[in-house]
């Protein structure tokens, strides 16, 4: 786990993108930003360690990620 990303919030997030699969929707930082009312650096973090992971796509422009699990 990346030292400057909490155990808990990662798993909240991790959490959050798997109900949205299920939904059908994107996933993107400002969805990371308003859950954990975190800043964008932060969520960015958790986005790419996401990506990482593999549990969205990478980033394309504007559009929300994908997400692949």
Same mark, same amino acid.
Do not use: M
């Given at each position: 786990m990346?030292?400057?990303?909490?155990?808990?919030d990662y798993e909240n997030i991790v959490?959050?993108?798997?109900?949205?699969k299920e939904t059908g929707e994107g996933f993107s930082v400002s969805t990371i930003?308003?859950? !954990?009312r975190a800043g964008r650096?932060? #969520?960015e973090k958790i986005m790419k360690k !996401?990506?990482?992971d593999?549990?969205? #796509?990478?980033?394309d422009g504007t559009k929300?990620?994908?997400i692949l699990i």
């Open positions: 990346d030292n400057t990303i909490n155990k808990t959490h959050l993108v798997k109900a949205r930003q308003r859950r !954990l650096s932060y #969520s !996401l990506e990482r593999g549990y969205v #796509s990478e980033f929300p990620r994908e």
